[in-house]
């Protein structure tokens, strides 16, 4: 009896970790103090546990999840920005990654990097575009591809601690045995 209440706790926890890392990248990207002075833009810090669980895992990390996390990269961003925009780019990044699913979890090294810049631009351009459209103008695109440039180079660094936490915590408690 004991043992089953361990394997619940297990599958929930691990049921959960994907999200809530992606909360606490929405978190942190959006925190009010900056380390580099604003000289860069912040990563997206939630599109990484979106990318790398809606790949790996795509039954944690549904289109569900990817709307919400983008509702909250839009609560958390400020008044300044049109409603709707990040929740609208992730689940045009999650379509994206979902319908080249096969293709882009065969890749691995700089390919897969490749994989993760080529969704977290379809983000980068659904959120460009929107913003065009609400504002009926076009934007400067610089601050685009400069907030591209840094998830990409973050990703690098994040993936590491993304597939340690997938192999210790979600991966073990996710079996049956």
């Not at 833009?41 to 979106?50: F, K, T």
């Not at 895992?57 to 919400?68: N, T």
């Not at 983008?70 to 929740?87: M, T």
């Amino acid at each position: 009896m004991e043992r089953a209440g361990g394997m619940i706790g297990g599958r929930i926890l691990s049921a959960i970790t994907p999200v809530l890392l992606g909360a606490l990248g929405a978190l942190a990207a959006n925190f009010p103090i900056s380390f580099l002075g604003n000289l860069v833009p912040p990563p997206l810090l939630s599109l990484m546990p979106l990318y790398f669980w809606g790949i790996v895992r795509p039954d944690l990390m549904s289109p569900f999840w990817a709307f919400m996390l983008g509702l909250l990269e839009d609560f958390l961003s400020g008044p300044g920005s049109p409603p709707g925009v990040w929740a609208a780019s992730y689940v045009a990044a999650y379509a994206f990654l979902d319908s080249q699913r096969d293709v882009l979890a065969g890749l691995s090294g700089l390919g897969a990097l490749m994989g993760f810049a080529l969704t977290a631009l379809v983000a980068c351009v659904s959120a460009y575009l929107i913003v065009d459209v609400y504002h009926w103008r076009v934007q400067p695109l610089a601050p685009v591809l400069a907030e591209l440039a840094v998830t990409v180079i973050a990703y690098v660094f994040a993936v590491v601690i993304l597939g340690g936490i997938h192999r210790r915590v979600v991966g073990p408690l996710r079996s049956d045995f």
